[in-house]
């Protein structure tokens, strides 16, 4: 059986990493709260920006290039949002399988050809993508250490500018979407070409916004004008969305991953205390045979 000084050293050692994933789900809990009130604070905007959006693209006579559908697609680009830390459960490897999936039914040629760019958002997707030799174009690790919508909107702009300048015809966001603390969305959306007919049948489709979708509305200084002005911010929104479910949903995944290693832990230190009293038994136990038996020979000489 182990030795009682192994085992009350492994006590220990458990007793602090317990006290650490305490710690880090407490943590994890407030980043999450604060996380939750900057995405419920952008939805609202997010939502009502998508409503004009629709509204103007409805009546679109603009040439804007963002606006442009290209007939045949060369080349790709996919911005994937993982996560600096680690520590947070499956909630990147459960992405960069849901990415690699998509990748390989839908822009697998490609991929094969190098016509498919990523840039990658945090430390972790950085690393699993060029480790397994993915065409990594931009890479931002550290990006959650101050997270703010200019860096976003600054990646989103680049993005975009690209896909007007020809350079891709086709971009998308690959993100966590926050649906609960212990479970996240992986959703791989296409953002450009911008899909009018999804932005017109979306506003048309909600029942509360009926009424309003039949309201002329007059524009100053004119709907185009106000529309090229509204395309990249719209887009930069997207973007900066998907950090933020992207952020809540990694806070979330972390304080219950951090919770689920503090109960296993919990676990782990009974069974311990077990196998400790069972030793500790047994060794009383031998040492009074021992004695019993020194005895017995004493008085038998």
Not at 155 to 162: G, R, V
Not at 168 to 197: C, G
Request: aromatic share 6%; glycine share 4%; hydrophobic share 40%.
């Amino acid at each position: 059986m182990a030795n009682l000084r192994d085992i009350r050293n492994r006590i220990s050692s458990i007793k602090n990493t317990q006290q650490i994933t305490k710690a880090m789900k407490m943590v994890a809990a407030a980043k999450l709260r604060k996380a939750q009130q900057r995405m419920a604070a952008t939805r609202p905007y997010a939502n009502k920006m998508r409503e004009v959006m629709a509204r103007l693209v409805s009546a679109n006579t603009s040439d804007n290039k963002l606006l442009r559908q290209p007939a045949d697609r060369s080349r790709v680009l996919m911005i994937i949002v993982g996560s600096d830390k680690g520590l947070c459960g499956g909630f990147n490897n459960n992405l960069f399988r849901a990415v690699e999936f998509h990748i390989q039914e839908k822009l697998g040629s490609y991929h094969a050809s190098g016509n498919l760019d990523l840039i990658t958002i945090g430390k972790k997707s950085t690393a699993y993508f060029k480790k397994r030799e993915y065409k990594v174009v931009d890479s931002h690790p550290g990006f959650f250490d101050n997270l703010n919508y200019e860096d976003t909107s600054e990646i989103m702009e680049k993005a975009s500018n690209s896909f007007a300048e020809g350079d891709y015809d086709s971009v998308y966001i690959a993100f966590n979407e926050f649906k609960t603390v212990i479970s996240q969305n992986r959703l791989v959306e296409e953002v450009l070409p911008i899909k009018t007919d999804l932005l017109v049948s979306d506003e048309k489709e909600d029942e509360s916004r009926k009424v309003e979708s039949f309201t002329e509305y007059i524009y100053e200084p004119d709907a185009d004008t106000i529309l090229n002005s509204m395309l990249p911010v719209h887009l930069n929104m997207q973007l900066w969305r998907s950090v933020l479910e992207s952020n809540a949903s990694e806070q979330g995944a972390r304080m219950a991953a951090m919770d689920n290693a503090t109960e296993n832990a919990k676990e782990l230190e009974q069974e311990l205390k077990l196998r400790y009293n069972q030793a500790r038994q047994s060794a009383i136990t031998t040492e009074i045979s021992e004695i019993v038996s020194g005895a017995a020979a004493l008085e038998s000489n």
